[in-house]
């Protein structure tokens, strides 16, 4: 189910003709109803790139407030299990490095990224009121930068963006003067620990990602080199309220589900800048 606000049908599009799968174009803001017996619930809508939620800030902000309440009040019709994409944006600009769930965070709820960062922040808070309240069963998976194929070319964040660029010999824009740190998950790797997570006994919020960190400018210098681009980095101005660290704890992921990324970040840009290569 998705409005395709901003995702696209050709990502399914290899999907659509299996019989046990249907897709229904739908906006999640409003009432949902689905016909049968449902087993999970797994609420991942939301505009997850800066760009995207910057345009469509209100969306954003309904997507996770009135979303969330939709695809909850769902999971507890259907007697379902109800998983939440949260994201690692929840601990703001952190003080605290690496984050643990622990981490209340520091976020900027007027600033312009606080749309996408308080729907978030409110989406665990009326996730977590279904657990207590109703005993619903719930998942909390606060998601740390995954990337891989299929990403849009316009997509606005780092790596879709310095592939793009790299790949027509264009500058790659760095904001800031690149010292700013993330810590990227290849797809695969953070679907294993949805799955896991989906499956286990585990109530509260789960890091997923990888804890190795680097620098916005080491990733550039990475593509560069793994495209053999002739491209030169270009430095912006650093945007309002962006992060300077992001670098998850994983120790609970790893004690309790046994799970912790395996595909090397070299290895899942290759195989991204593949998939970019085939769909230029």
């Known amino acids: ?5 901003t995702g696209t049908k050709d990502n ?3 999907l659509l003709s299996k019989k046990n799968f249907e897709f229904i174009q739908h906006d999640v803001t409003k009432y949902i109803d689905v016909d049968g017996a449902l087993d999970y619930v797994l609420h991942f809508a939301s505009p997850a790139s800066p760009i995207d939620y910057m345009k469509f800030p209100i969306q954003t902000l309904k997507v996770g407030s009135l979303g969330t309440h939709n695809a909850l009040g769902l999971a507890k019709a259907k007697k379902a299990k109800f998983m939440l994409a949260s994201t690692s944006e929840v601990y703001g600009d952190p003080t605290v490095h690496p984050q643990p769930e622990s981490y209340w965070g520091n976020v900027n709820n007027v600033g312009p990224r606080g749309v996408y960062d308080e729907s978030k922040r409110f989406a665990e808070a009326i996730t977590m009121a279904y657990y207590n309240t109703h ?5 909390i998976a606060r998601i740390f930068n995954a990337y891989g194929p299929r990403m849009r070319k316009i997509d606005g964040r780092a790596i879709p963006a310095f592939i793009e660029q790299a790949l027509h010999d264009k500058p790659l824009t760095i904001f800031g003067d690149g010292s700013q740190t993330r810590s990227f998950c290849y797809i695969a790797d953070m679907i294993d620990g949805i799955y ?5 006994n585990l109530n509260s919020p789960v890091n997923l990602g990888s804890p190795d960190e680097l620098t916005i400018l080491e990733l550039a210098k990475r593509i560069v080199e793994l495209t ?3 491209s030169k980095i270009e430095f912006k101005k650093l945007p309002v309220d962006d992060p300077k660290t992001r ?3 994983i120790s609970l992921a790893k004690r309790e589900l046994n799970w ?3 595909v090397t970040l070299k290895e899942g840009l290759k195989r991204t800048i593949a998939w970019f290569e085939e769909n230029n």
Do not use: C, E, F
């Open 260 to 262: 912790k990324p395996t």
């Open 12 to 14: 399914i599009s290899h």
């Open 1 to 5: 189910m998705d409005s395709l606000i």
């Open 135 to 139: 005993g619903l069963d719930v998942k």
């Open 228 to 230: 053999g681009s002739k």
């Open 247 to 249: 670098q998850p704890d």
């Open 196 to 200: 896991k997570l989906m499956n286990s």
